[in-house]
C-alpha cells in the first residue's frame, strides 16, 4: 500500500552532518504519522523520533534532542531527518516508518523502508 526508500547514509566523522531522506509512494503522504528507528549491530532496533501526521507533536529519544531534527515535504511525499553533531553512539542502520498514529514503539508502524547505514567515525 505504501513503499518508503531511504538515502543519504554514509561515513562521516565525529561531530558532522548528515541529512537522511525518505520518499514515499502508494496512499497520501500527509495521511500517515511517520517516524525514524535506527539498529546497531546486536542491539534492538530503537526510536530516535517520531511525529504526528499533521506535524503538531513530535517526539526525539533523549540521546538525540538538540542534534537530529524531523521534517516533511508534503509536496514531494518526502520525510527527512537532519542529523547533527554526530557521535559514533549514532552509527547504526536508520530506517523510516509510516503508520496511522505516532508512537515511540517500533512494532506499531505499518509501512517500513529498507534501510540506510550510517557510519560515524572517532
Known amino acids: 500500500q505504501v513503499q518508503l526508500v531511504e538515502s543519504g547514509g554514509g561515513l562521516v566523522q565525529a561531530g558532522g552532518s548528515l541529512r537522511l531522506s525518505c520518499a514515499t509512494s502508494g496512499r497520501t503522504f500527509s495521511g500517515y504519522a511517520m517516524g525514524w528507528f535506527r539498529q546497531a549491530p546486536g542491539k534492538e532496533r530503537e526510536f530516535v523520533v517520531v511525529?504526528?501526521?499533521?506535524?503538531?507533536?513530535?517526539i526525539y529519544a533523549d540521546s538525540v534532542k538538540g542534534r537530529f531534527t524531523i521534517s516533511r515535504d508534503n509536496a514531494n511525499n518526502t520525510v527527512y531527518l537532519q542529523m547533527n553533531s554526530l557521535k559514533p553512539e549514532d552509527t547504526a542502520v536508520y530506517y523510516c516508518?509510516?503508520?496511522?498514529?505516532?508512537?515511540?514503539?517500533?512494532?506499531?508502524?505499518?509501512?517500513w523502508g529498507q534501510g540506510t547505514q550510517v557510519t560515524v567515525s572517532s
Open positions: 516508518a509510516a503508520g496511522k498514529a505516532a508512537m515511540v514503539t517500533w512494532r506499531n508502524y505499518d509501512y
Open positions: 511525529s504526528s501526521r499533521s506535524g503538531g507533536s513530535t
